[in-house]
């Protein structure tokens, strides 16, 4: 049963990359006159609801709107952070292909590296460098509200990824997609955990989010299985309500779809364990 819910994950996250290469397959074959009709207006920008959230920043703060920002993009962001409020970031756990796309690459690291893999960087410094993707945000707010453009898709691997081919991405947004790959062999979502914006925004949403994660303590084994498996190195095993601004909502740790022996044990719940879980 475990495996059929992990599984689930699995197919949504290819289900959502595949649908991604394709818009952005079918958005540059529309300029030959070869794109399927009902899709040929949709791009990659389109689909990222990051434009909505930079949109809105400056519409708050000059009153204008980003050149190339379309209405799905708020749809879209309205969505993601709902479900964020409700459950956490399910949209980088589940969703966004660049997340898959570096889980991917890391369960080769895992094949080269074992254990080692995803623990190459010592934790005092780790800790630290996890905020850089706040500073991040914060430049990319700023220059996107001064500009009116989509500054981020200049650096942005992720936009490098399923634009490549196109005359549109630029030399660093190539180099950091290499980077990315490179480090993803050694690091578990590199990009994810340090530079994305998005997910440090939707990341805050932990902080507040209605139905956080909890771990029972009195049924806990400490076998630190949760700690192991999870991708964004959070120490599950030492904390009752994980509210670590790093969860990505993947339910890896949990009893009922993860790796937690204990059922019960860890769950994505509102109320307090009670004796009867014990
Ligand atoms: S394994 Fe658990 S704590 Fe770690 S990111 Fe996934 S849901 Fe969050
Ligand atoms: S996997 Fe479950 S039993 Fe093991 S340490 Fe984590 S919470 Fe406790």
Redesign the pocket.
């Known amino acids: 049963m475990k495996k059929k819910k992990r599984r689930l994950r699995s197919v949504i996250q290819i289900l959502f990359f595949i649908l991604i290469a394709f818009i952005a397959v079918n958005h540059t074959l529309l300029e030959s006159g070869k794109g399927i009709p009902l899709l040929s207006g949709a791009s990659l920008h389109a689909v990222c609801p990051f434009g909505g959230v930079v949109s809105l920043y400056q519409l708050a703060t000059s009153g204008t709107f980003v050149k190339k920002v379309h209405e799905s993009n708020v749809i879209l962001m309205i969505i993601v952070f709902s479900s964020a409020f409700l459950l956490g970031p399910l949209f980088c756990?589940w969703i966004c292909p660049f997340g898959s796309f570096q889980e991917i690459l890391g369960r080769l690291g895992k094949k080269l590296f074992k254990r080692r893999f995803n623990h190459f960087i010592p934790y005092k410094y780790d800790r630290i460098l996890r905020y850089f993707r706040y500073v991040v945000l914060i430049i990319v707010l700023i220059q996107t509200a001064r500009s009116g453009l989509l500054m981020f898709a200049n650096i942005d691997p992720y936009f490098a990824l399923f634009q490549f081919w196109t005359g549109e991405v630029t030399r660093i947004a190539i180099i950091a997609l290499l980077v990315v790959m490179g480090l993803s062999l050694f690091v578990e979502r590199p990009f994810c955990k340090y530079a994305c914006p998005y997910g440090a925004l939707l990341g805050l949403f932990n902080l507040i989010r209605i139905v956080p994660?909890k771990r029972n303590v009195s049924t806990c084994i400490n076998c630190s299985r949760?700690d192991r498996?999870?991708?964004?190195n959070?120490s599950?095993s030492s904390l009752e309500v994980?509210r670590?601004h790093?969860?990505?909502?993947?339910?890896?740790?949990?009893s009922d779809d993860?790796v937690c022996p204990i059922p019960g044990t860890v769950e994505f719940r509102t109320g307090t364990f009670k004796e009867s879980d014990s």
């Open positions: 756990g994660l949760c498996s999870c991708p964004m959070i599950v994980i670590n790093q969860c990505i909502s993947c339910f890896q740790c949990t993860g």
